[in-house]
């Protein structure tokens, strides 16, 4: 059984960082999409970031140069690193994994209608 875990989420304030981290069980990277999602009560999940099976990276117009998605194939870890964080940044995280198209291909934003597995989340909250 496919089994994500995400950790890392914290209380920050304005300006600061976190490093999410997502401990995947029974599925092999390289041949899935991996990608972090956030969501904020009453409001759809959104994509924030993703990496496709040729390790090519897309972010979301709101994060671009201040997040960065990268993974550890040989622990089947995925990280998120977050840098100048916003107090609109504030979210619960979510990684997942699913079979989405190469970011060559991508237009649009990053649909959760593409992954099959999710992690439980993971807080994240900043402050101004």
């Known amino acids: 059984v496919v089994h994500l875990m995400d950790s890392g989420g914290d209380s920050v304030q304005s300006g600061g960082s976190l490093r999410l981290t997502c401990e995947v069980s029974?599925?092999?990277?390289?041949?899935?999409?991996l990608a972090w999602f956030r969501q904020t009560p009453g409001k759809e999940r959104e994509g924030v970031a993703l990496?496709?099976?040729?390790?090519?990276?897309d972010y979301a117009d709101s994060v671009k140069g201040r997040f960065t998605i990268s993974q550890d194939n040989a622990k089947n870890l995925l990280y998120l690193q977050m840098s100048s964080l916003k107090p609109e940044d504030t979210a619960m995280y979510y990684c997942?994994?699913?079979?989405?198209?190469?970011?060559?291909?991508?237009?649009?934003?990053?649909?959760?209608?593409?992954?099959?597995?999710w992690g439980q989340g993971t807080q994240v909250t900043v402050s101004s």
């Open positions: 997942a994994a699913g079979r989405c198209l190469p970011v060559h291909e991508r237009g649009g934003a990053i649909s959760p209608a593409e992954f099959d597995y």
């Open positions: 029974n599925l092999s990277f390289g041949t899935w999409c």
């Open positions: 990496v496709d099976i040729d390790g090519i990276s």
